[in-house]
T-cell receptor, first 111, second 112 residues
Framework: EPEVTQTPSHQVTQMGQEVILRCVPI?????FYWYRQILGQKVEFLVS????????KSEIFDDQFSVERPDGSNFTLKIRSTKLEDSAMYFC?????????FGSGTQLSVL | QKEVEQNSGPLSVPEGAIASLNCTYS??????FFWYRQYSGKSPELIMS????GDKEDGRFTAQLNKASQYVSLLIRDSQPSDSATYLC????????????FGKGTTLSVSS
């Protein structure tokens, strides 16, 4: 069964460093998303991407964040200068028509 | 601000009982409704979708939607200990590709 693949599964970084989280969405899906979940809190929408551009973003997705689809398969989330409060599980998701499928997540720890 | 509200629980039921999970949403224009299950430390897993008023059954799961009341529910019949997880209600709008907005989830505990 097709699945969304995320790498790495865990990322530890120092405050102020840049991180790139990587995702390979399901191949025939058109809509791509990043969500995050801080421990014990709800799954929060960050950004959606369609037709090689951002289609929607939340208040969380500020200038420190960027997304890119550098080739036909990968979808990345970059955090330019990490803060302690960026520590969370980051989920990539993709959707074909209606149903959203999640990757297994990247646990980001900012020290 | 689109909101999705759920009781955080925990909801405790004995094995074999019916578990009832509820969700309300604020955006009256919402068109698609989903229930996800999330085990601790794992990603959300889609279990049900519903798009029109009424009931939709899939095995032991029944989703119910009432758009007039802006209310979605999930019934789990014959609850099993393996159903113990957090259940997330998610809602999206009328435009294709609109992001899903999640509730905080209800934690279900099924005791054997």
């Amino acid at each position: 069964e097709p699945e969304v693949t995320q790498t790495p599964s865990h990322q530890v970084t120092q405050m102020g460093q840049e991180v790139i989280l990587r995702c390979v969405p399901i191949s025939n899906h058109l809509y791509f998303y990043w969500y995050r979940q801080i421990l014990g809190q709800k799954v929060e929408f960050l950004v959606s991407f369609y037709n090689n551009e951002i289609s929607e973003k939340s208040e969380i997705f500020d200038d420190q964040f960027s997304v890119e689809r550098p080739d036909g398969s990968n979808f990345t989330l970059k955090i330019r200068s990490t803060k302690l409060e960026d520590s969370a599980m980051y989920f990539c998701a993709s959707r074909g028509t209606e149903k959203l499928f999640f990757g297994s997540g990247t646990q980001l720890s900012v020290l | 601000q689109k909101e999705v509200e759920q009781n955080s629980g925990p909801l405790s039921v004995p094995e074999g009982a019916i578990a009832s999970l509820n969700c309300t949403y604020s955006d009256r224009g919402s068109q698609s409704f989903f229930w996800y299950r999330q085990y601790s430390g794992k990603s959300p897993e889609l279990i049900m979708s519903i798009y029109s008023n009424g009931d939709k059954e899939d095995g032991r799961f029944t989703a119910q939607l009432n758009k007039a009341s802006q209310y979605v529910s999930l019934l789990i019949r014959d609850s099993q200990p393996s159903d113990s997880a957090t259940y997330l209600c998610a809602v999206n709008g009328y435009q294709a590709g609109t992001a899903l907005i999640f509730g905080k989830g209800t934690t279900l505990s099924v005791s054997s």
